[in-house]
C-alpha cells in the first residue's frame, strides 16, 4: 500500500518528516519498503521566459532569459514550445534530478546556468505521464509565482510511504485505516468523512432491482448517479492516485478509484445506459464466457463470482469489471456497486486472472461500514467534480453481522502476558488512542471493537494492541522462571558426522528434489517415487530416494571444476512410498574419488578398501564391532559388481557399497548409502572394560594358497573356529598373485595372535593350534601353505 | 716389577688414546685385560713371588687393572657418545619441509550453525527434537490455526505430493508434533531444526532451507511472557550474532502466534548507521516470534486457561551467511569442494 501523506492529513492532524513517520509505523508493525518524496528533484523554482531567440549556432536550440524573481538567468534550451511569456519551471546550477545534476556551463559557446524542465524529467514513473509531459518544457499556469516552489504549485509536494503490510491488517488498505493507526501512535483524532450530497428524483428501487443468489456475497449496494460530465479529474486527485500507484483516467473512473484508496471499499461503475435495470450477483455456470475490461474473453468456472444483468455477466466480481458495461468518455448516467464478496472465492479468482488493487482488498476483508460509506462517499465526489445528480435511494442487499465485538480482558491478563507491570491507567489510553471504546468494571475492560478491526476477536489480539502502542522497547527482557531441567538430544548423528569429518570426508549441504528419471538409481529396493503435483522445474519433480544421486551429481559438479581429490558426505533424507505407507529414511551417504592422503614420497588413492575401511570404522565406532559382514549379492546397474557389496550387519541389510559402475563413468569413484534408520535399530551393548591377559601373547604369520575367487571373509571364518578362543585376533596383511604360485591362485598372508588370560601359552600349545588352522583351511577352502 | 708395571701401564694408556672405534676397544681390552694378557700373566706368576713381596706386587697388579679397565670404561663412553654424535648428524632433517597431509574434513555451515544452536537450547534446559519433512497437511498447516483457505497458506507456497502429504514449509508442524505427543501435557520446552521446502527459487530464496523453531510451554502462573521470549532472544542473538547486537521487536502476524513480532537485529556490519546489508535501515531482521496462540493450544490438547507459552523461529542459512561472512546463499547449496574445506577447524568460542 503506497501512502499520500497529503492524502492521510486530510484525516489525522500531523505535522512529521516522512521518514519519521514511516520509523515509527514500522514500531508499531507496519513495515516499508519505500519512504521519501513523491518528487525527488532539489532547486527547483518557478520562472518566466522574459526573451526568447535562435542559439546563433544551432538549428534547434534557444537562447531564453529567464525571471526567476531575485535575478534573470540565460538559460540554453532545446524545447520546441520554449518561447517568450510562458511560465516555466527552472532546475538551478546544482539541482538533483533523477539520474542528474545540473550544472552551470557552456553549450555551444553560450552561457546556460540551469534547465527548463519538463515533467517528465521531475521523475513520475513512466505510467504517469502524457505524451506532452515529455515532448517539450512544463509549461505553467499564469497564476503560478515566480520564484516559487513549481512542485507546491503542482500540488505534488507529496510524501509516499510504499508499506509492507501484514495479511491480517486490511483496515491499513486505506487512508481512513492509516489514519486511525497513525491517531493512535500520535494521539491524535480521527477527522469525519465527508458524505454530504443531495438525492433527487423517483427512488432506485423503483426503476432498478438487484438480487444475491449466492452465500459468497454478503452485502450489496447498488446507487445511481445520472448526468455525469466525464473530463480531467482535478489536480488533487490526480496527484493522490499517482502518488498511490493508480494512473488517472477520467475523475467519474477516477472518483471510484479515490474512493477505494481513501475508505479501502472497491467499487465498480457501469454505464447505467448499458446495463439495464436489473444487477445480479451469481457463481459463474461451469465454462461461462465473459469478456473483461481489458478486451480479453475469460472462461469461468463455477468457482468464480459473476455480476450478471438479466441475461449475462457484465463483471467478474471483485477482480475485474466486464467490457461492455464499462464507463466510456460518452457516459452520462452510472450504477454504482458497493458490495462485499467472500475473500478466498476472490483470492482464487484473482490468482487465475488478475490480482488487483481490488481484489487485493476484498481478499483482506472488508468491514461492512465502509461498504455504506463508500457508496455515500462517491455519490458526493460525482456531485461535486462530475456535475452529477444522485437519483434518490439505494438499493441494498446485507445479511453482514454488523454488529461490533466485545471482548473482555483484565488488567492481569494484559500483564501475565507481555511480563509487564504497565499500570492501569496506561493500558486505558492504548483503547482510547486507537479508538476502542471501553468500560471497566473492577478489574475486567469490557473493549467494544470498531468493524473496521476485523484482525481482532480475542484478547490476545487486544494484548497485542497494548504492546504495540505502548511500545514493545518498553518491555524488558528476562529469562522465564521455572523448573530447572536437563535438556536432552540424541547425539548419534552428530557423533557419526564428527566421525566422518575426521576420517577425511567434507559434509554436503544437497537438495532432496530431483527429475523423476534417476529416483530408481543406485537402488534395487521395491518402491513408489514421489512425485510434486506441482513442481517448479522437470528437473526437480521427484523426492530422492538414494542419497547417491545426489551426492554423484555434486562429484560431476566438482569435477568439471578440476577437483581430483573429492571425499564428501551427508546424512539426509530418502523419501518413498511403499504401500499405503508415506515414508522417509534417515540415511548416511559417502562419496570418494582420487587421492585420499599424501605427503612426501608417499600417498594413497581411493580404492574399494578405503573406502571399505570407512564403513568399517564407522560401524566399529557405533559399536557394532563383529557383527556386520559385507554381501555380494545382484546391484544396481549403477554400481561395478565386482567391487561391491551389501553391508549386513545381524542379518539385515542395512546399506551398499561399491564402485561407480564404468558406464557411469571412467574414474574411480566410490560410494556407500547406510540406512541409519535401519542401523540403529540394532541394539548396542555398554561400552565395558575387558580383562588384559597378564601373560605374554604369541604372533604367528600364515600365508595361505588359495583358489583366486577365494573370499577372505570366508578363510578368516574358517581359521577362526579353528583357532578357537586362544586366537584372539586376526589381520589381513598382504594378498599376492604371480610368480611362484599358480596362474589361478592367490596368496593370502595373515597375522595371527594368541593369547592365553590364565597362563602363558608354550610353543607347543601354539604350533599344535597352527596345524589344526593349516588342516581346516586346506579341507575347507583347498588352502595350501605358501612355502 | 713396580717399574714393570709402570711401564705397562703407560703403554696401555697409550694405546688407548689411539683407539678410533668401539671394535679396536673391544680388541684392545681383550689384548690389555684378557686371559693371555701381560696382566693376567703378572697375576698368574704372583704364586713364584715369596710370602713377603706376593701381597704387595699383588696389589700393585691389581690397581694397575684397575685403573686400565678405568680407563677403558671412560674411553669406550666418549667413543659411544662420539657415535651417537654422527648418527643424530647423519639424521638431521629439514624440518622445513611439509608433514603429511592427513586429510581432514569440514563440518557444512548449516550444521556449524544448528549444533550451535542446539548446544545453546540444551543448556538452557530445552530437548532437541527432530519431526519428518515429509509433512501432512495437518501437522504443517491446520494444528497451527491455518484452515484450508487461510490467506497465509499462500504466503507459504507449498510442495504438495498428494492433497494430504506435503514437504513440510516450515519447523513449526515440529510444534504441534511436540504437543501431541506429549500425552500428559505437561510443560514443553523444545528445539528443532531441520530442512524446510517453499515453492519458491530465486536469488535470496531457495526452494529448500532450513529453519530452526523453538517452543516453550508451561503452566499459566508460571507466566512465561513476552518479557521472557525478549530475555530468551537476547541470548541467542548474542550467542549467535555478535554480544553488541541489539534487538528490535516488531509487532507481526503469523497465525500460530498472537500477539506476534518480527525480530530485528542492529545491523552488524554498519553498526546501525545503514549500509547495503541492512538497506540503509540499521536493522536486519532475523526472527519471527511470539505468544502461542491460544486456537493452537487447544487445536494440540493444552487447556488455553491452564498453559500458556511462546515460539519463535528462524532461517538458518541467514545465520550461517552472517556468522561466516558468505554473501550469497546459493553457495550453501553448490557443495564446492573448495568452499566446504574452508569450514575444517574449531569455531572460535
Known amino acids: 500500500m503506497k501512502l499520500s501523506t497529503n492524502f492521510l492529513k486530510d484525516y489525522v492532524d500531523i505535522d512529521v518528516d516522512v521518514k519519521q513517520l514511516a520509523e515509527d509505523m514500522t514500531r508499531v508493525g507496519n513495515e516499508y519498503d519505500y519512504a521519501g518524496k513523491l518528487i525527488n528533484a532539489t532547486k527547483l523554482v518557478i520562472g518566466e521566459i522574459v526573451e526568447c531567440v535562435d542559439h546563433p549556432d544551432s538549428d534547434h536550440l534557444h537562447l531564453c532569459k529567464v525571471n526567476i524573481g531575485k535575478e534573470i538567468l540565460n538559460i540554453v534550451c532545446g524545447a520546441p514550445n520554449a518561447r517568450k511569456g510562458i511560465k516555466v519551471i527552472v532546475a538551478l546550477d546544482g539541482a538533483e534530478l533523477p539520474g542528474k545534476t545540473i550544472k552551470k556551463g557552456i553549450i555551444r559557446g553560450q552561457e546556460s546556468n540551469g534547465m527548463l524542465c519538463s515533467i517528465a524529467e521531475l521523475g513520475l514513473e513512466h505510467k504517469f505521464l502524457k505524451p506532452e509531459d515529455s515532448a517539450g518544457i512544463a509549461e505553467l499556469g499564469q497564476d503560478a509565482k515566480i520564484g516559487e516552489d513549481p512542485i507546491k504549485y503542482l500540488q505534488m509536494d507529496d510524501g509516499v510511504i510504499d508499506f509492507e503490510l501484514t495479511a491480517n491488517r486490511g483496515d491499513l488498505l486505506s487512508i481512513l485505516g492509516m489514519a486511525y493507526e497513525v491517531g493512535a501512535i500520535y494521539d491524535k483524532p480521527v477527522k469525519k468523512v465527508d458524505l454530504e450530497h443531495k438525492e433527487s428524483g423517483e427512488d432506485i428501487n423503483k426503476q432498478f432491482s438487484i438480487e444475491v443468489k449466492t452465500e459468497n456475497c454478503k452485502k450489496l449496494l447498488v446507487k445511481k448517479v445520472g448526468n455525469v460530465k466525464i473530463e480531467e479529474s482535478p489536480t488533487f486527485i490526480k496527484n493522490r492516485l499517482i502518488a498511490s500507484g493508480i494512473r488517472p483516467i477520467n475523475n467519474v473512473v477516477d472518483i471510484s478509484n479515490y474512493v477505494m484508496l481513501e475508505l479501502g471499499q472497491p467499487l465498480h461503475f457501469y454505464d447505467a445506459d448499458r446495463l439495464g435495470n436489473k444487477l445480479v450477483v451469481r457463481m459463474a455456470e461451469e465454462g461461462e464466457k465473459l469478456t473483461t475490461l481489458d478486451n480479453v474473453e475469460r472462461t469461468l468456472s463455477a468457482e468464480d463470482i459473476v455480476i450478471a444483468d438479466k441475461t449475462h455477466g457484465v463483471g467478474l466480481a471483485g477482480v475485474m469489471g466486464g ?186 549441504l544437497s537438495y532432496i528434489l530431483i527429475n523423476d528419471k534417476e529416483v530408481n538409481e543406485y537402488t ?70 582420487g587421492r585420499y592422503s599424501s605427503g612426501l614420497n608417499n600417498f594413497k588413492n581411493v580404492d574399494f578398501y578405503v573406502i571399505k575401511g570407512v564403513v568399517e570404522e564407522i560401524l566399529d565406532y557405533l559399536g557394532y564391532n563383529g557383527r556386520y559382514s559385507f554381501i555380494r549379492k545382484e546391484m544396481p546397474k549403477e554400481i ?130 597352527m596345524e589344526k588352522i593349516i588342516e581346516a583351511t586346506s579341507k575347507k577352502c583347498g588352502a595350501e601353505l605358501r612355502k | 716389577m713396580e717399574s714393570k708395571i709402570e711401564e705397562l701401564k703407560k703403554i696401555a694408556e697409550e694405546k688407548i688414546k689411539n683407539i678410533q672405534n668401539s671394535q679396536e676397544l673391544q680388541d684392545l681390552k681383550v689384548q690389555l685385560l684378557g686371559k693371555k694378557s701381560e696382566i693376567s700373566n703378572l697375576l698368574k706368576g704372583l704364586g713364584s713371588l715369596s710370602p713377603e713381596e706376593r701381597p704387595k706386587v699383588g696389589a700393585l697388579v691389581n690397581k694397575a687393572r684397575t685403573e686400565i679397565e678405568e680407563k677403558i670404561e671412560k674411553a669406550e663412553k666418549k667413543i659411544k657418545e662420539k657415535m651417537l654424535e654422527e648418527k643424530i648428524q647423519k639424521e638431521t632433517i629439514d624440518i622445513t619441509l611439509p608433514g603429511t597431509k592427513i586429510q581432514r574434513g569440514s563440518k557444512h555451515p548449516v550444521n556449524r550453525v544448528i549444533e550451535e544452536i542446539e548446544d545453546l537450547f540444551v543448556s538452557m534446559g530445552y530437548d532437541v527434537i527432530s519431526g519428518p519433512e515429509l509433512e501432512t497437511d495437518e501437522y504443517c498447516f491446520e494444528r497451527l490455526n491455518l484452515p484450508q483457505g487461510h490467506p497465509a497458506r499462500d504466503m507459504q507456497d507449498s510442495f504438495y505430493i498428494t492433497n494430504e502429504y506435503l514437504l513440510r514449509t516450515q519447523t513449526s508442524a515440529v510444534q504441534a508434533r511436540a504437543m501431541v505427543a506429549n500425552t500428559e501435557k505437561t510443560p514443553i520446552r523444545m528445539i528443532c531444526a531441520g530442512k524446510t521446502y517453499r515453492r519458491e527459487d530465486d536469488a535470496t530464496h531457495s526452494h529448500q532451507f532450513g ?60 553498526g546501525g548507521k545503514g549500509c547495503s546489508l541492512c538497506k540503509q535501515t540499521g536493522w536486519i531482521e532475523v526472527l519471527g516470534a511470539g505468544i502461542v496462540h491460544p486456537n493452537v493450544l487447544k487445536i494440540n490438547g493444552y487447556d488455553p486457561e491452564k498453559f500458556g507459552g511462546f515460539a519463535f523461529g528462524t532461517g538458518l542459512e541467514r545465520l550461517a551467511m552472517f556468522k561466516y561472512g558468505i554473501p550469497d546463499m546459493r553457495y550453501l547449496y553448490t557443495n564446492d569442494i573448495r568452499f566446504l574445506s574452508q569450514f575444517d577447524r574449531k569455531d572460535e568460542e
Open chain 2, 211 to 270: 529453519q530452526v523453531e523453538g517452543l516453550v510451554i508451561d503452566k499459566k502462573e508460571r507466566n512465561v511472557s513476552l518479557a521472557d521470549l525478549k530475555g530468551t532472544l537476547e541470548i541467542f542473538v548474542k550467542k549467535l550474532i555478535g554480544k553488541n547486537c541489539e534487538l528490535r521487536f516488531r509487532p507481526s502476524y503469523f497465525p500460530f502466534t498472537e500477539p506476534s513480532y518480527e525480530v530485528d537485529v542492529s545491523c552488524f556490519k554498519c
Open chain 1, 524 to 593: 534395487l529396493d521395491e518402491f513408489e517415487p514421489l512425485k510434486l503435483l506441482d513442481p517448479i522445474t522437470e528437473d526437480r519433480n521427484t523426492l530422492r530416494y538414494s542419497m547417491i544421486t545426489s551426492l554423484y551429481k555434486i562429484y560431476e559438479y566438482n569435477k568439471s571444476r578440476e577437483q581430483k581429490d573429492i571425499s564428501i558426505f551427508e546424512i539426509g533424507k530418502g523419501f518413498y512410498k511403499k504401500g499405503e505407507v508415506y515414508g522417509e529414511d534417515t540415511k548416511l551417504c559417502a562419496l570418494m574419488t
Open chain 1, 640 to 769: 561395478h559388481p565386482g567391487q561391491s557389496a551389501y553391508i549386513n550387519v545381524n542379518g539385515t541389510d542395512v546399506g551398499i557399497i561399491g564402485k561407480i559402475h564404468p558406464s557411469v563413468t571412467k574414474d574411480d569413484v566410490y560410494v556407500f548409502e547406510i540406512n541409519l534408520d535401519e542401523l540403529l535399530k540394532k541394539k548396542v551393548g555398554k561400552m565395558k572394560y575387558k580383562e588384559i591377559s597378564k601373560y605374554p601373547s604369541i604372533n604367528k604369520d600364515i600365508a595361505l594358497v588359495v583358489d583366486k575367487n577365494a573370499v577372505s571373509q570366508n578363510i578368516e571364518k574358517v581359521i577362526k573356529s579353528a583357532g578357537g578362543s586362544l586366537l584372539t585376533n586376526i589381520e589381513v596383511f598382504d594378498i599376492y598373485t604371480g610368480i611362484g604360485i599358480g596362474a589361478d591362485k592367490k596368496s593370502i598372508a595373515y597375522s595371527l595372535t594368541f593369547s592365553d588370560m590364565k597362563k602363558t601359552l608354550t610353543d607347543e600349545e601354539v604350533n599344535n593350534l
Open chain 1, 323 to 508: 467490457l461492455e458495461t464499462e464507463v466510456e468518455p460518452d457516459t452520462k448516467n452510472i450504477i454504482i456497486e458497493s458490495a462485499i464478496f467472500d475473500s478466498v472465492k476472490i483470492r482464487k479468482t484473482s490468482k487465475k486472472i488478475l490480482r488487483s488493487e481490488a481484489s487485493n482488498r476484498f481478499e483482506k476483508g472488508i468491514d461492512p461500514e465502509r461498504t455504506t460509506m463508500a457508496i455515500e462517499r462517491a455519490c458526493k465526489l460525482l456531485e461535486e467534480y462530475a456535475g452529477g445528480t444522485v437519483v434518490t435511494g439505494t438499493a441494498k442487499y446485507d445479511v453482514t453481522n454488523n454488529k461490533e465485538k466485545e471482548i473482555d480482558i483484565t488488567f492481569q491478563d494484559v500483564n501475565d502476558v507481555l511480563g509487564t507491570v504497565i499500570p492501569n491507567k496506561e493500558i486505558l489510553e492504548v483503547f482510547r488512542k486507537l479508538g476502542f471504546t471501553y468500560s471497566v468494571k473492577g478489574e475486567t475492560i469490557k473493549v467494544t471493537v470498531p468493524t473496521r478491526r476485523l484482525d481482532i476477536s480475542i484478547k490476545e489480539d487486544l494484548i497485542e494492541e497494548v504492546s504495540r502502542i505502548y511500545g514493545v522497547d518498553n518491555i524488558q527482557g528476562k529469562l522465564p522462571v521455572v523448573p530447572m531441567r536437563q535438556g536432552s538430544y540424541d547425539k548419534t548423528q552428530r557423533e557419526i558426522r564428527n566421525r566422518m569429518i575426521a576420517l577425511g570426508l567434507h559434509e554436503t
